[in-house]
């Protein structure tokens, strides 16, 4: 059986009810729930961020064709950059609905978010992801160089 095809747009403030359970659950798979769980306020104002034009932060869902479905998520902004002219763009979020995985719906999403660094004449499309996060590792070696970075942050 052929599997539907994925579209990706940009979220609408309508979007509020199916975008939050993707949230949630990346929220999740870090390790933000009960007790770690986001503050409420963080999450609000991350969704009224992306729905402000004076903001440079940017979402993206990705939808069963046929259903309609949400099936993703993808979260990113620009930014300067002390080595280019140009702004570069930083895929902050990717998440995928566990019982979509596997059907190229984070790729669909890197994909979109590349189109949308071109539109913006960004020159470079940048992510981090945990080390233990494996699955996610195999396809972002598919589709974008590992320059050995490690991340280093302190709380303040």
Known sequence: MAVPPISVRPATPGDLAAWRPLWDGYNGFYGRFGATALP???TQTTWQRFHDPAEPVFCLLAHDAASGETLGLAHYLFHRSMTRIE??????????REA????????ALIHAVYDAARAAKSS????????????GRQLYDKLAKHHGFIVYAQEL
Do not use: K, M
Request: a positive charge.
């Open 40 to 42: 409420e306020h963080i």
């Open 87 to 96: 702004p570069v763009c930083y895929l902050s979020d990717l998440f995928t």
């Open 124 to 135: 470079r499309v940048y992510w981090q992801t945990h080390e233990t996060n494996a699955a």
């Open 100 to 107: 979509a995985r596997g059907r190229g719906v984070g790729r």
